[in-house]
T-cell receptor
Framework: DVKVTQSSRYLVKRTGEKVFLECVQD?????MFWYRQDPGLGLRLIYF???????EKGDIPEGYSVSREKKERFSLILESASTNQTSMYLC????????????FGQGTRLTVV | QKEVEQNSGPLSVPEGAIASLNCTYS??????FFWYRQYSGKSPELIMS????GDKEDGRFTAQLNKASQYVSLLIRDSQPSDSATYLC???????????FGKGTSLLVTP
């Protein structure tokens, strides 16, 4: 079975902290993605990566950065956490190719206080 | 702005009935379409993919695609209370890597 594992299920951080969300996949997928999910707004793409050290901005990259030093690992960084970044964060991965679908991790519910 | 649109619901159907979930998308050249199911507090899981016009059946699920109308739907036959979840429509634009999601339709199957 494909496994996408996020490092934390729940996180509580303070405003202004630097926050790291980690994601690891075990299927040798080229693509990795970070989404956030908010009630009424659905799933929105923050960043994605199609290869090691390659990254592309998604629809809402402001306030975030990413790192992909190894193929299996994709990190999302909140440079200075703010309360409007309280959300469910979902990591996903997929093979490259137009017909492939994405597998999701279990999600990290981040609360910024 | 490319968009994926779904009725938010809730869509309520009695147990044993057919649930029909609809999705429209704005990019005429999109090639790949997916339906995910998401239970409350859980992450999305893939239930169907479809790439060609017409119907694709998998057990109780049927996905229907009409590219001319930019419309994709999911039918769930013999709906069960365990089908109660949010159903997300996802589209990969022809030039893109990522899946673009609708906001989801909440389905409630009542015993």
């Amino acid at each position: 079975d494909v496994k996408v594992t996020q490092s934390s299920r729940y996180l509580v951080k303070r405003t202004g902290e630097k926050v790291f969300l980690e994601c690891v996949q075990d299927m040798d997928h080229e693509n990795m993605f970070w989404y956030r999910q908010d009630p009424g707004l659905g799933l929105r793409l923050i960043y994605f990566s199609y290869d090691v050290k390659m990254k592309e901005k998604g629809d809402i990259p402001e306030g975030y950065s990413v790192s992909r030093e190894k193929k299996e690992r994709f990190s999302l960084i909140l440079e200075s956490a703010s309360t409007n970044q309280t959300s469910m964060y979902l990591c996903a991965s997929s093979f490259i190719g137009g017909t492939t679908w994405a597998f999701f991790g279990q999600g990290t519910r981040l609360t910024v206080v | 702005q490319k968009e994926v649109e779904q009725n938010s619901g809730p869509l309520s159907v009695p147990e044993g009935a057919i649930a029909s979930l609809n999705c429209t998308y704005s990019d005429r050249v999109s090639q790949s379409f997916f339906w995910y199911r998401q239970y409350s507090g859980k992450s999305p899981e893939l239930i169907m993919s479809i790439y060609s016009n017409g119907d694709k059946e998998d057990g109780r699920f049927t996905a229907q695609l009409n590219k001319a109308s930019q419309y994709v739907s999911l039918l769930i036959r013999d709906s069960q209370p365990s089908d109660s979840a949010t159903y997300l429509c996802a589209v990969r634009w022809d030039s893109g890597y990522a899946l673009n999601f609708g906001k989801g339709t909440s389905l409630l199957v009542t015993p």
